[in-house]
C-alpha cells in the first residue's frame, strides 16, 4: 500500500470522521520521517499556519512543523484548545508521533462539547455574560520573551499585530519591558455542526495552575499584578478558585487516552477536541502542524 495514495482515496472520508467523531488516529501507515508526516498533512491541507502570538516554547524543525510544546518531562500540560485565549486559532491539528516515550507521554484528548455540557450553568452563565481576559506581563529572563511570543524584535511589528486583534498593550520602563490584556471568548458554536463548545484557557492561563511553590516564588519577586500570565473575568473579576477546581474537574472527567506508537499520525478538530500532555520517562519526540 502506497500510504498518500491510501490518504488521497480516504481524505474525504477522514474528514467526516474528524468532524463527527472529534478526531482521528491513523496507524500503521509507515511513515517513519518527518518529512513524510510533512507530505501527509498537505494532503489534507496545502496551507500550514505559523506559530505566532505563542504561549509556550516551541522549535521549528522545518516548513511549518514545530516540536510540541517543551516543557519539562515530569510535567503535566493541562487540557486545552489551541490558541483558544486569543481570537484567532487553527481548525486542525495534526501530531506525529517520531518517537514514543518508554513510559507515558500520551497526548490526552476531551470532547468540548462533553466539557461545555458538564459544566455547571451557573459558571456557563457568567462566563457568556463576561468571556475571558487575559493578562500577559514580559518581563526579562522569566517566561517566554516578547520576542518569541510574538516571533519578531521590531516593537512596531508587535504593535500592529496586537492592533490588528484587539489586544490592549503597554510598553513599560519599571517592572515587565511589556503588558498586554485581551477579551476573548468563553466559548463558541462549531461553524460546522452547531454545536456548542467550552473554547478557553481561563483554567491553564491562570495563576493558580502553577505549582504552589513556583507561584510563590513569582508573587514574591514580581507582585501578582506583575505575574507572567493570569486570567480573570472579561470584566476584570477574579474567577473563584471553586470555579478554576470544577472546570479542571471536568476536563479530569472527560479525559480520553491512547498510547502513542511510533509513526502514528493524530488528527484533531481544534474546536471539538481539547489536548494535553502526560508525563513521561525516557526519549519522546512529537511534531506538530496545524491549519
Known amino acids: 500500500m502506497d500510504p498518500f495514495e491510501w490518504l488521497e482515496e480516504n481524505r474525504s472520508a477522514i474528514d467526516d470522521l ?9 496507524r500503521d501507515l509507515g511513515l517513519n520521517a518527518v518529512s513524510e508526516f510533512n507530505r501527509a ?19 521549528k524543525v522545518g516548513g511549518k512543523l514545530y516540536t510540541a510544546t517543551e516543557y519539562p518531562a515530569d510535567k503535566s500540560i493541562p487540557l486545552h484548545n489551541e490558541n483558544s485565549y486569543t481570537d484567532s486559532w487553527p481548525s486542525r491539528i495534526y501530531f506525529y508521533c517520531a518517537v514514543a516515550a518508554g513510559q507515558g507521554g500520551e497526548t490526552p484528548t476531551a470532547d468540548s462539547r462533553r466539557v461545555y455540557q458538564r459544566i455547571d450553568p451557573a459558571v456557563r452563565e457568567k462566563f457568556e455574560r463576561t468571556g475571558v481576559r487575559y493578562v500577559r506581563n514580559f518581563t526579562d529572563g522569566i517566561d517566554l520573551s516578547w520576542q518569541e511570543v510574538f516571533q519578531t524584535a521590531d516593537r512596531a511589528e508587535v504593535e500592529a499585530y496586537c492592533e490588528a486583534h484587539g489586544i490592549e498593550f503597554e510598553w513599560r520602563s519599571d517592572g515587565p519591558v511589556l503588558s498586554t490584556r485581551q477579551h476573548c471568548q468563553a ?11 467550552w473554547f478557553n484557557q ?9 505549582a504552589e511553590s513556583e507561584r510563590g516564588s513569582l508573587v514574591s519577586e514580581l507582585g501578582i499584578e506583575n505575574v507572567p500570565r493570569n486570567a480573570f473575568y472579561g470584566n476584570g473579576d477574579p474567577i473563584e478558585p ?6 479542571r474537574d471536568v476536563y479530569e472527567k472527560e479525559k480520553m487516552v491512547v498510547p502513542w506508537r511510533r509513526g502514528d499520525i493524530m488528527i484533531l478538530d481544534n474546536l471539538l477536541l481539547a ?7 525516557g526519549d519522546r519526540k512529537t511534531v506538530v502542524a496545524m491549519s
Do not use: C, K, W
Open 18 to 26: 474528524v468532524v463527527t467523531r472529534g478526531g482521528v488516529i491513523l
Open 41 to 59: 498533512v498537505r494532503t489534507f491541507t496545502p496551507d500550514l499556519l505559523e506559530y505566532v502570538h505563542r504561549s509556550t516554547p516551541r522549535t
Open 187 to 197: 466559548f463558541l458554536r462549531h461553524p460546522r455542526t452547531g454545536d456548542m463548545v
Open 202 to 210: 481561563a483554567h491553564l492561563f491562570h495563576i493558580s495552575a502553577l
Open 242 to 247: 471553586e470555579v478554576l477546581t470544577h472546570i
Open 275 to 281: 489536548h494535553g500532555r502526560n508525563p513521561y520517562q
